[in-house]
């Protein structure tokens, strides 16, 4: 049930502000300005933009990565960065719906994904506070114990190293769990911002503030920017998240986003170790941090899809809630939200995007695991290009279809979508501009027609066209991050209606303020 927006509480004592980009310092790079030639456009730097073109560029390509913002400052930026092969219970699900041979390369992939990751800041000696920690899946509740169960016997089935417990370290008892042993976390920006650069002494190019618009297929393609400059390639990576490319891919019906948030605390219990997620909703996910030398807990969760929450800050307080009881909260540090891109079987999208264009291929879907996957995606994608063999390449193919679970969530999602097209044009507000407070937003009515309204701190009214640019849903105020977001397709755009993060690549339109 939907909350009224006055029931909404609308501050929070820190600003979203993500503590991976807050610590680490990132390099800034050129907007494009002119029309380049390279082996390898990529489009999108988060960690399967940057770690791809790392690895290209290492093999001798020339590879250009473009970045609509700031490199690593989509979902990457805004992680908890756990790095493991135990995403949630899952192999149970796979091993039923694709059978033991591909749910094993699942498991290869990620792990192999860990390993690289592993090698990597060991080889070079990268200080991002890589620490190898045990991963659990635990329960609290009678009815998800036989799902444990069902995963354990999963791991016996495909030899995943890792073992059943009833209680595990946390100060809280359990019905069961599955751990999985030697798991990774860390911290993604100064791993990312050593492959970056790498990248430039490997001779290739880094360019933000340049929003890929289209391309031209062919041999070679050309990429298309919005302010008119033109990539030719030979290949093309789609890192964008969500595919920057959709005509005939229709990414739009095959793909959600979800968000989540994250709280950084002080707290007055000590940690015990190791990395956690429950297995039932609403979701707890737990590691440690070392913030200035001193440790503290990163405690996520509260997923749901985008535009379609209650009052956003009310996630918050239920993390908030959850940290105290759990380990007596001292202080809440940082807080930042994040969304993820799922595909309609679960797993990712990563491969030629069609079957018939062999030279644009995409990596996205990752379902709030991205850490490895993007990797695995990384490597598989530079297979292809590289035409070396990979035994992944039909598994995460993006043009595969299982008539189950493809066809159950296709319907379920696309409803959903038919709905929130439906709801948002029927949505009667009732708030009137004149009585938003400072720093509050809503849908109000300007001359009988919807309208998004932000009124800042300083009292300024920023009104907005809610008809998102991408598929025409309403736009629902985010006021935890003071965005619009799309319940559809999960576009989001700032209060004053800029892009910030797509598949929209143009703003919302502007209404006429005939307030003030
Ligand atoms: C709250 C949260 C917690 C998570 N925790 C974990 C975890 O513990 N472990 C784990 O494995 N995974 C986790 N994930 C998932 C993981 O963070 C993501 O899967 C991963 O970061 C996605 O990386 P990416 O490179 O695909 O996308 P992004 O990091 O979003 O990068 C995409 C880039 O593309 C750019 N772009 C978009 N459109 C265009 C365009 N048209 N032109 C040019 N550039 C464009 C964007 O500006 C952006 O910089 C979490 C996700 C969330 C939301």
Request: hydrophobic share 35%; glycine share 8%; with cysteine.
């Amino acid at each position: 049930m939907k909350m009224k927006q006055d029931e909404c509480r609308t501050t929070f004592p820190q600003f979203p502000e993500s503590y991976w980009l807050a610590s680490t310092d990132v390099p800034n790079f050129p907007k494009l300005n002119e029309d380049i030639q390279v082996d390898v456009a990529i489009v999108g730097a988060g960690i399967t933009g940057i770690t791809t073109a790392y690895l290209l560029s290492k093999k001798g390509l020339h590879v250009a990565v473009v970045d609509a913002g700031r490199i690593l400052h989509g979902t990457t930026g805004h992680t908890t960065a756990k790095i493991t092969a135990q995403h949630d219970l899952i192999y149970s699900e796979f091993l039923s719906h694709f059978g033991k041979e591909k749910t094993r390369l699942y498991y290869e992939a990620n792990r192999d994904a860990l390993e690289f990751i592993r090698q990597t800041v060991e080889e070079y000696h990268i200080d991002c506070q890589f620490t190898e920690e045990d991963a659990y899946v635990y329960t609290c509740a009678d009815t998800h114990v036989e799902k444990i169960n069902d995963e354990y016997k999963a791991y016996k089935e495909l030899g995943i190293p890792g073992s059943y417990v009833e209680q595990t370290p946390l100060p809280f008892s359990t019905k069961a769990a599955i751990m999985m042993e030697n798991q990774a976390q860390f911290n993604p920006i100064p791993f990312l911002r050593y492959l970056a650069n790498q990248v430039i002494r490997q001779g290739g190019k880094i360019y933000e503030q340049t929003t890929v618009v289209g391309v031209d297929k062919g041999t070679p393609s050309i990429i298309n920017t919005s302010d008119g400059h033109k990539i030719t390639c030979n290949y093309v990576v789609s890192s964008s998240h969500f595919p920057f490319n959709d005509p005939n891919s229709l990414y739009f019906a095959r793909l959600h986003a979800e968000r989540s948030y994250v709280l950084a605390v002080k707290t007055d219990k000590t940690y015990p170790g190791g990395m956690y997620i429950s297995a039932e909703t609403p979701k707890r996910s737990l590691r440690s941090v070392l913030i200035n030398g001193e440790p503290m807990v990163i405690v996520g969760g509260e997923g749901h899809k985008t535009g379609q929450g209650i009052c956003t800050f009310q996630y918050y307080e239920a993390l908030e809630k959850f940290a105290e009881q759990t380990f007596g909260l001292k202080e809440i540090v940082y807080r930042w939200s994040a969304q993820d891109l799922y595909s309609l079987d679960k797993l990712p999208y990563i491969g030629q995007e069609l079957s018939d264009v062999s030279n644009i291929l995409v990596a996205t879907g990752y379902r709030k695991w991205g850490m490895t996957t993007s990797v695995a995606a990384a490597l598989l994608n530079t297979n292809l290009i590289t035409r070396e063999e990979s035994p992944y390449q039909d598994l995460f193919s993006p043009s595969r279809f299982h008539m189950d679970p493809d066809i159950k969530t296709f319907v379920t999602q696309n409803a959903n979508v038919a709905k929130h097209l439906i709801a948002g044009k029927l949505d009667i507000s009732y708030k009137k501009a004149e009585e938003l407070e400072h720093d509050e937003g809503s849908v109000i009515r300007v001359n009988g027609k919807r309208a998004g309204a932000y009124r800042d701190p300083q009292g300024a009214l920023h009104l907005v066209d809610t008809t998102c640019t991408h598929m025409g849903c309403e736009v629902e105020w985010n006021e935890a991050e003071r965005t619009w977001d799309c319940p559809c397709h999960g576009s989001r755009f700032s209060y004053q209606g800029e892009v910030i993060e797509g598949p929209a690549k143009k703003a919302l339109g502007k209404v006429e303020n005939s307030y003030e």
